[in-house]
């Protein structure tokens, strides 16, 4: 009897491709966290200086005695509520990409309960 030079497909075969797609989530959500950084840090920078008309402090500045405490932390909301709502903005669009690219949720991510 002839063997049968035709294999089966095996687990690593599928494995590959799960993971490729895993693979491909974590780069692109990742892209998502980066880019909202470099936004949000613009976007805080522009917003300081049309509410102040001076340049944003930097993290040398904000330790100055000389500063004042209040616009020290000013600018820290401003910063961290930039980057917390682009973050959320760009991952939600991130995770709407891949839904509308591959019609499945992204790897890791589970709808809520209701």
Same mark, same amino acid.
């Given at each position: 009897?002839?063997? *049968?030079?035709? &294999? /089966?497909?095996?687990?690593?075969? #599928?494995?590959? &491709?799960?993971?490729?797609? &895993?693979? /491909? =989530? &974590?780069? !692109?959500?990742?892209?998502?966290?980066?880019? @909202?950084?470099? +936004? @949000?840090?613009?976007?805080? $920078?522009?917003? =300081?200086? $049309?509410?102040?008309? %001076? #340049?944003?402090?930097?993290?040398?500045?904000? %330790?100055?005695?000389?500063?004042?405490?209040?616009?020290?932390? @000013? =600018? /820290?909301? !401003?910063?961290?509520?930039?980057?917390?709502? +682009?973050?959320?903005?760009?991952?939600?669009?991130?995770?709407?990409? =891949?839904?509308? *690219?591959?019609?499945?949720?992204?790897?890791?991510? #589970? %709808?809520? #309960?209701?």
């Amino acid at each position: 009897m002839a063997r *049968s030079t035709k &294999k /089966a497909p095996t687990a690593k075969g #599928k494995k590959s &491709k799960k993971g490729s797609g &895993k693979a /491909a =989530w &974590k780069l !692109l959500d990742r892209t998502a966290t980066v880019a @909202a950084g470099v +936004i @949000a840090t613009q976007a805080a $920078a522009l917003v =300081w200086r $049309a509410a102040t008309g %001076r #340049k944003p402090p930097t993290d040398d500045m904000s %330790r100055d005695p000389a500063m004042a405490t209040r616009e020290a932390v @000013a =600018w /820290a909301v !401003l910063a961290g509520a930039s980057a917390g709502l +682009i973050k959320v903005v760009l991952n939600r669009q991130a995770v709407n990409y =891949w839904v509308r *690219s591959t019609g499945d949720l992204p790897p890791g991510v #589970k %709808r809520p #309960k209701a």
